[in-house]
Structure formats: C-alpha cells, structure tokens
C-alpha cells in the first residue's frame, strides 16, 4: 500500500450537454504502485482519454476520491493543481504538444520554469542536457520542433515529460501520430525509462504496445473489466 | 455579370449566417462614415464651394484697421466718417454695398415683436442678386442720402409677422418712431450672405439712411463702430490688381483724408489708417475655419479607429472561414475566385454601410444647423450633393478594396488545399505575429492620441466652464428698453418713474442701471501729467451696481448717488488697470486730462474667451440709460410679461428691447466650451470604448490560435497568473511601440502647431498623458485579460481539446 502513487477509488464521470448525459466513466477503481507500467486499452469512446484526464489533473471526475502518493486531490483549486501537475506528473500527448516558437531547450525546461522551488539555470541547463540524453536528442537542443522528425518530436516531449522528476508519465496514445519506424523507437525510451524506475501509465488502442506494459487495464463503455492482471483498490 | 450576381447572393446568404458580425460592421461604418461625410461636406460647403452670388470671385470685404502710434492694431472696424469716404470716392468697386446691423421693434404690431435690421445700401439687391417672393428691392430712389421711407421683409418675417398676406406691399410699418412703407419681399430660397456673423439673420431691410448710428457718431473721426459693413465688387478692369495694390490704393484714399480730418487731435497723433481687402468667401469663413479642421481631425481620427476595429473583425472572420474556405478550395475554387468572393462580400457589407452613412448625414446636417447655425457660416447651405455622393462612392470602393487585401493577405491558399486533410488543424488562415503586432501598436497608437487631444481639449473647456466670473449671475436679469426720442429731462423722468414702479414690484429685489455685466466700450483715456495714452474697456454704472454683482471694492470706494446725480468726474477701475497705472503705490486720486479722478479699484472679473489681464474701468452712468439690471427676490421669477406691464403703466410708448437673464448670457458665452467639453468628453470614453473593442478583438483570436500552446503550458503545470503574464508579455512590446508613436506623433502634432497650439500645452499636461497611458495600458492588460478567462477558468482538458 505504501507504494501507492495513484490510487482512484469510484471514480466516475459523465458529460453533459443540451440534451445529453454522457456516462464517460463508471465507477473506476484503479491503483498504479511504484515502478508499475500500467497499459490503458479499449475500443474508440470507452473512456480511455477521459481516465488519464482525470488521473493528470487535467480534468475533474464527477463523483468518487482520488489519491495522488496518498494525499487527496479530488477537490483541489486550479492552481492548487497546477502545482500537483507540475511536480508529480509527466505528459505525453498524441500530438507531441511541443510550442512551436520555443527551441528544444526551452521546450524541455518549461515544466522547470513553473516549478515551485524555482530553480536556477545552472540546474535547469543541467536536468535539461541529461534528459535529452536520455532520449539521446543532445545534439538537437537549439533546433525548433518543426525542424525534428514527428518520432524526434515525441522523444522531446518525452523530456520534458521527465524533467521535473515526476511521480508517473501519463502517456495517451504517443504513437499515433508516428509511422511504426519512430513508433517502436519511442516505446523503446518508454521501456527503457521504466525499467529505470520510472512508473508509467499509458493509453493505447494498439495491442501490440498495450503488451508491452506489465499490467494491462482494459476499458468498456467507461468501465474496468475484470482481469486476472489487474490490482483493484479495496 | 451572371457570375457577379452569384456571388453577390453566395455573400448575402454567407453573411445571413452571421447577424453580429454584419450587424457590428454595418454599425461602426455606417456611423462613422456618416459622420465624416458630414463633415467632409460642411468642409466643402464652407472652404471650397464658390458663393452662391454671381461674380462671387470679384466680391471683396474691406476692413478698416487703425493703427495706433505704437504701431499696433488697434481697432479692426470702420468709423463712419471713413466708410462714407470710401463708399462715395472709390473707384475700384463697379458695385458697392454699405451694411450696419441692429435689432428694434416693431411698434405697429400688436405684439410688438423685436425684429433683426439690415440698414443696406440699394446696390445690396443686385450685388447678391436677391430674389423677391413680391414687390422690389432698393433701387436708385433709395439711394444714399435720399431717406426715401420704406422696408423690404425677409420671408420669415412676411410669413411669421404678416401672416403670409398678398396685401403686405400695401401696409407701413413702425419702427422707432419713424413709418415704412412695405415694398417687398424676398424669396423664401434667397441665401442671405452672413456678413454679421453665422448667427444673424436679417428679418427686416431698411435704407442706410435710417441706420442707428447717431448724427453726432456719424461725424466723429476717431470712434469706430463694429456695426459697419462695406461690400465691393472689383471692376472687370481691375482684375489684374494685386491684393496688395488693391489695398495700397484704398488705404491712400483713406488714410490721407483722414489724417488731415484728425490733425488737431492730440490723441491721434502719429496714428494711420489701413484698409485691408479679404474675398467675401474668406471673410465669411474666416472664423469657422478653425473648427471645421478641428470637426475634420475629429471625423479622421473616428474613421481611423473604426477602421482599425473593423479590419479586426474581417481577420476574425476569415479565422472563422477557414473551414468554409477551404471547402470550396478543395471543390476547385481558384485563388482569383475566392478573393472574388471575399470581394463580393466586403463590397456587400460596405455598400449597406454606405446607404446607412447617407441617413447619418442627413440627421448630421439637421444637428450642425440646430446647433452650430449660430457660429458656422453657410451651414444652412449643407445639402446631399454630387460632392458628398462622389467622396461616398470613392470612400466604398476604397474601403472594399483595402478590406479585402487584408483579407487575402492573411489565406494562404496552398496551405488553404491541405486544412481539410491535416483534420481542421490547418494553418491555411494566418496572422502574423508580425500583422498582429502592427494592428495592436496602431490600435494603441491611434487611442492614446485621441484620448490625449480629446482629454486636453476637455481640460481646456471644462475649466472656462467652471472658473469663477468674479460677479453674480443668479436673480438677475438684463432689461434693454426701447425709448421714443424725446427730450432728455423727459426721458429720464420716464426712467424714474419705472424703476420706482418696478422697486415697489414683491418680487423685485433691486434696481441697477447698467448695462449686463459683460458689456463694455473702447474709450480713450490720456493720464493727466505724462500724458500717457491708453484705450481701454469702459462702461457706465449706477451706485448700485457693484452691490448687486457682488463685484468687490478693493481700494477706495463707490460711486454714490450724487456721483451718479451730478455725473461728476470720477472712475472706478479694476485691479490690472490700477496695477498699470501705478505699479508700485495707489491709483486712488490719479487723473486724466479730461479731469476725471479715480476713486476706486474693483476687482477685475472674467469674460470667457477674453484675457483676464485687460484693464477695464468704470464710469457714472447717465440717468437717461435705458439699460437695468433687476435683482429677485430669492426664489421670486420677474417675468418678460411683468416687466412689460410695468413698462405700459409708466408708459404705452415704451417697449422692451431685450429680457435676458444674466445665467442665460452666461449660457450663451460658455455654449461652444460646454459642447466642446461634452463633446471631447464623449468621443474620450468612445475612443477608449471602441479600442478597447478592437484590442479585445485581436486579442480574442490570437488567444484562439493559441489555445493549444496555453493547454500544454498549463497541463505541465503554468498556473492562470502566468498565462496573464505571459500574453501581457508578449504583447507589451506592440503596446510600448504604439505608446512610443503616439508621443511622437503628438510631438510633431505641437512643434508643426505650437504658434496656436500654445495656449493649451504646458508642462501640467505631462502627468496627464501619463495618466492617458496609464489608462491605455489598463485597458490593453483588460483586453490580454479577458479572452484567456475562458481558458484560465476551466480545467485545462478544454484548452487542450480544441486543439484537437
Ligand atoms: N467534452 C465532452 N463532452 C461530451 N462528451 C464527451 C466529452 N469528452 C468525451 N466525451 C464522451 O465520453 C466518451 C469517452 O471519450 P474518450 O475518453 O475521449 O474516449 P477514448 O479516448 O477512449 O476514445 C465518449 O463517448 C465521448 O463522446
Ligand atoms: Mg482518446
């Protein structure tokens, strides 16, 4: 228990519009420990995005508690969780959601430059200059993202991702804008950043990357369905 | 053609979908254009457009200046003696007209209402080629000196005074004392040329002989009369004359007579006449001038800011296109093809702002004629003319075009052709960090300007408004009285028989004889021992009057009764002409030639629009004045109908000149600075509404276009306050360069104007455009604020989606 880092306890959301409520998710329970790689897998619609939404602060659920390293967050004020976003968790979009105007240095030390403890540049040069190499990107660091490769781009995003520390990497589908090539390349980082220590939690809708992580979650109309794999809060 | 009614009605269909936008451009133009038309056209009508009288160009006004031993200007109107020389030995003119203007009334009608007189010369008629509704003008049988009894009714007075009838040309009329005989009426289209200034319209037109000037006044030298009025029309022979011969030649004429006529007087020694020549044209415009450039400035820089909004609407609506845009791409549409459908579209919109700016200006002709009929000439020949519709057509086809341009700039077409396959992520519409930057430093650019001028401008106004007159207006009201001619023991009999009737009157305080407050003559004073000369203001007051204007007595003391009994020589003068008199000790007991003796200083008082340091003075009146001043009670209305009934008591042969209470001269003199400050005050807070509209505007949809960029920077942890700052960041630079080329466009506006510009810079004005800039920066910090709230205030997966 002790080595919980995210744990949902019935979480559920819904969506609503003019007319219609959405039951995006029912009633999840979920807890990712440690050093787990947890895969998030599921037809078009289920829930997928809305759960790893939910789980980085990026959305509120509608009912149900979540815990991130044991401290509540389910009600936090915006910039309250601005600040959990910023040291505990690492993004990885689609999209890449790199800033276009900003060079890959910059791209990768702008979790550092909101960061609460406002570090100075020595130290954000140097937590840069090693995650690039993690990624082994160092020779790109004063590029501008449109001048990398759609794979290249996702291993910057990567780094920032990594560059704050945080407690577990939220990644949603990060090979779906990439051929296979640059694909498999960015799920190798992944594994590699993983068996590091890193915890990750991953949304995909590819089986073949889905099998990659060590435990496999699978989403149905907004709800877990059971599997011998899966840990369930209690 | 086929193909351009298409398109029109694909625009009017697309621009259905968009009532806001349509409805937002429409306005804005539509207004703004109207207002600028409307002035563009009072431009035209009062600076270009000929006179509407035949040879207008051969018609000259001739000002007659005397000109001091110190060489300064010092009076710019004819004396009598001077104008009847010239009128009688010139030759330059083949035409010339004498004018003297004043007000009467006319005691054969029952309601014995006050008319406005023209005293004309016969050649008035067909020099202005007036037009008669009935009868003749003057003709050779009233020619000067012939005082041939009869009067010419404008049309309103035959319509308003004589009911309209046929019969007028058989009835006579009186007017102090004398009777005319009505021998005609001019039409109701004749334009009466504004030689007494914009306001004045003459309702009744009698012989110059019969012109008010006294027969004493009519031979004195030395008195001139703002009242007098000479016309010429240049003989074809002359044409080729010069200006400055022209006035060589009058002037000479003049002059050399005068000066023999003057030589025995000590006073004018050394003095001279000159005559000036000014096309009639100009002389009319003369004083309008400067306000239909400030009317122009204000009109330019409305369209300005307008423009600046409305190119910023089209952006966002092009922003908004991209989809539709790229659709039709997609089905085969040209690059030359969709600019002509953004053509057709902007045209659209501009040409039903076009036909709204038409009504704009119809309803602005209505307002310049209500309210600045009174001080711009030639207003009341503003009409929609082939002027204002070419300058509307050119206006609509040079906005489409500049709209449309802008419009165009911002598609890049081949990107346009891939939006639909990158799934709406498209960069097919773009601004340019660098386009945004510039509309933003010119929005800025254009407030802060316009606000600083409006603000100084309203600086300016609202304190003559509200600076203190140095006497009281409340309760008190300025009679002008009609007398018969009669002896002078009679007349003042008459007079103190009316103020007691009117002292014994409950709702009337106090009685003064003066004139309003304001009022004042030139006099010429020499000082009894240096035999300095001065010209100074001077009017003639009762014993009562400073008590009653509260006016104080700093040094010295009042006249009394018996000052005012015996008419004895003394003066009261007010502070600055004691201070000139004796700079150093009292002026009390200081003497003139003429024998009179000051007795006491008053403090000076404010006319609005006049110096403050003019030395003026204060002499016995005489008991015969027929001008009062009558104080209420508190609280108490003495009406123009009392005022009368007590006039009728003391006599039937007396009437009432003028009613007027001191608040509403005071009203009268401050009118243009409080229509300047509500004005100046109103286009302010429209300017800053409008910009900060605009701003808001480009704001709004750099925002948009960068939502994606805020998402990610808040998913990895940037908190609402550094969104702020980050987006007031990236545009302080655009809001420091506009702030920058507003200061130098505002210095070169000063240093290129300074000469009439000084009297409304000085160094005070430095923390008010600092507190200008101030307020621009707030509103552009507002404008950075407002959009990102929709993203700031949500949880972030909103910003983040739409990205998608
Ligand atoms: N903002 C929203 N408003 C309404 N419905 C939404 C919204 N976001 C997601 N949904 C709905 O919630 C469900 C889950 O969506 P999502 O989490 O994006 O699915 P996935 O990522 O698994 O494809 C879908 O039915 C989707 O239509
Ligand atoms: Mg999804």
Not at chain 1, 198 to 203: A, L, N, S
Not at chain 2, 358 to 366: C, H, N, T
Request: hydrophobic content about 45%; overall charge neutral; some cysteine.
């Amino acid at each position: 228990m002790s080595t919980a880092i995210l744990s949902l306890h019935n979480i559920g959301k819904i969506f609503e519009t003019e007319e219609l409520e959405t039951h995006a998710l029912k009633s999840i329970n979920l807890i990712i420990n440690k050093g787990d790689y947890v895969s998030i897998s599921g037809p078009s619609g289920c829930g997928k995005s809305t759960l790893l939404s939910i789980m980085g602060l990026l959305d509120v659920s509608s009912s149900g508690e979540y815990f991130i390293e044991g401290v509540n967050v389910t009600d936090l004020s915006l910039d309250d969780a601005a600040e959990v976003r910023n040291a505990k968790i690492g993004f990885i979009f689609q999209s890449f959601n790199l800033i276009d105007e900003l060079s890959v240095f910059d791209n990768v030390a702008l979790p550092l430059r909101y960061h609460a403890d406002k570090p100075n540049n020595a130290t954000i040069k140097k937590r840069v200059t090693e995650c690039l190499e993690k990624v082994a990107l160092s020779h790109r660091i004063s590029h501008k993202p449109n001048q990398l490769s759609g794979g290249q781009q996702q291993r910057v995003a990567i780094a920032r991702a990594l560059v704050a520390n945080p407690a577990v990497l939220l990644v949603d589908e990060p090979t779906g804008n990439l051929d296979s090539k640059s694909g498999d390349q960015v799920m190798d980082v992944l594994d590699q950043l993983n068996k590091a220590g890193t915890t990750i939690c991953m949304v995909t809708h590819d089986p073949r990357y889905a099998d990659m992580a060590r435990t496999k979650v699978q989403l149905l109309d907004g709800t877990i369905l059971q599997s011998p794999a899966i840990k369930i809060a209690s | 053609m086929n193909l351009f009614i298409y398109q029109l009605k694909q625009a009017y269909l697309s621009l259905k979908q968009k009532p806001i936008f349509v409805l937002s451009v429409v306005s804005t133009m539509g207004i703004t254009l109207g207002a600028l038309l409307c002035v563009l056209t009072l431009a035209y009508v009062m600076l270009i457009k000929p006179l509407p009288y035949p040879d207008q160009e051969r018609l000259y006004n001739v000002e007659h200046q005397l000109i001091s031993n110190e060489n300064a200007i010092d009076g710019r109107a004819f004396t009598y003696p001077n104008l009847m020389h010239l009128y009688n030995k010139q030759s330059l003119f083949e035409q010339s007209v004498l004018m003297y203007v004043d007000g009467d009334v006319i005691t054969s009608l029952p309601s014995e209402p006050m008319v406005a007189l023209s005293f004309v010369s016969p050649q008035w008629f067909s020099l202005f080629s007036a037009k008669m509704a009935l009868g003749r003008g003057f003709e050779a049988s009233e020619k000067v000196n012939s005082y041939n009894p009869v009067a010419v009714l404008s049309y309103e007075t035959w319509q308003n005074k004589f009911d309209g009838t046929a019969n007028v040309l058989e009835q006579n009329l009186t007017l102090g004392g004398n009777s005319y005989r009505i021998i005609g009426v001019l039409a109701a289209s004749n334009i009466e040329a504004p030689l007494a200034g914009a306001g004045f319209k003459t309702e009744l037109y009698l012989p110059w002989d019969y012109n008010s000037v006294s027969e004493r006044e009519r031979k004195r030298w030395g008195n001139d009369d703002g009242g007098l009025i000479f016309v010429g029309k240049l003989d074809k022979k002359y044409s080729g004359y010069s200006k400055q011969k022209i006035d060589q030649i009058l002037t000479r004429l003049v002059s050399d007579n005068w000066q023999s006529e003057v030589a025995g007087h000590a006073f004018f020694k050394d003095w001279s006449i000159a005559l000036q020549t000014k096309t009639l044209k100009s002389f009319i415009v003369s004083d309008g001038e400067r306000s239909v450039y400030l009317l122009l400035i204000g009109a330019l820089g409305l369209l300005l800011i307008a423009c600046a909004n409305i190119a910023n609407l089209f952006v966002s609506r092009t922003v908004e296109r991209q989809q539709q845009l790229a659709i039709s791409a997609a089905v085969g549409a040209s690059k030359t093809q969709i600019f002509h459908n953004i053509l057709a579209e902007t045209g659209l919109l501009m040409f039903v702002a076009i036909v709204l700016a038409q009504f704009i200006i119809f309803i602005g002709f209505s307002a310049l004629q209500y309210y600045l009929g009174d001080f711009l000439p030639r207003i009341d020949e503003l009409e929609l003319n082939s002027f204002s519709f070419s300058i509307s057509t050119l206006l609509l086809v040079l906005l489409t075009v500049v709209f449309s341009l802008l419009c165009r700039k911002m598609i890049n077409y081949h990107a346009l052709n891939t939006t639909l396959q990158s799934s709406g992520k498209g960069s097919g519409i773009q601004v340019s960090k660098r386009v945004r930057n510039i509309l933003i430093s010119s929005q800025i650019a254009i407030a802060t300007t316009l606000v600083f001028i409006n603000v100084v401008l309203y600086k300016d106004a609202s304190e003559l408004v509200n600076q203190p007159l140095g006497y009281q207006t409340e309760n008190i009201t300025s009679v002008v009285l009609a007398l018969p001619s009669v002896e002078k023991g009679l007349q003042v009999q008459k007079i103190n028989e009316l103020k007691s009737e009117l002292l014994a009157h409950p709702k009337v305080k106090n009685v003064s004889q003066a004139m309003r407050p304001t009022g004042f003559g030139t006099l010429a004073l020499t000082a009894s021992i240096t035999e300095q000369r001065y010209t100074v203001l001077g009017k003639d007051v009762d014993e009562q009057y400073f008590n009653m204007l509260e006016q104080e007595i700093i040094a010295g003391e009042n006249f009394s009764a018996a000052d005012i009994k015996d008419d004895s020589s003394v003066m009261i003068v007010n502070d600055v002409f004691a201070k000139k008199l004796a700079p150093n000790g009292s002026a009390i007991g200081f003497k003139f030639k003429n024998g009179v003796e000051i007795i006491g200083v008053v403090n000076s008082i404010n006319v609005p629009g006049r110096q403050r340091i003019e030395s003026r003075f204060y002499y016995p009146a005489s008991l015969a004045r027929n001008m009062l001043l009558i104080e209420q009670h508190q609280g108490q209305v003495f009406s123009r109908d009392e005022m009368i009934t007590a006039l009728k008591k003391v006599d039937r042969k007396l009437s009432l000149f003028s009613f007027t209470s001191l608040n509403e001269y005071k009203n009268q003199r401050l009118f243009s600075s409080q229509t300047t400050a509500v004005t100046t005050l109103v286009l302010a807070i429209l300017t800053l509404f409008l910009s900060g509209l605009g701003l808001y505007g480009i704001l709004n949809y750099s925002s948009q276009m960068r939502r994606s960029e805020i998402g990610t920077r808040m998913a990895i942890g940037a908190k609402g306050k550094d969104i702020v700052g980050l987006v007031i960041k990236d545009n302080a630079g655009a809001l420091v360069i506009g702030l920058a080329v507003s200061f130098v466009v505002l210095l070169v506006l000063y240093l290129s104007f300074s000469d009439s510009l000084s009297a409304y810079i000085n160094l005070e004005l430095l923390p008010l455009f600092m507190l200008t800039m101030g307020a621009i920066a707030l509103l552009s910090s507002l404008a950075c604020y407002i959009p990102l709230r929709q993203f700031i205030k949500k949880p972030v997966i909103h910003s983040l989606k739409g990205s998608e």
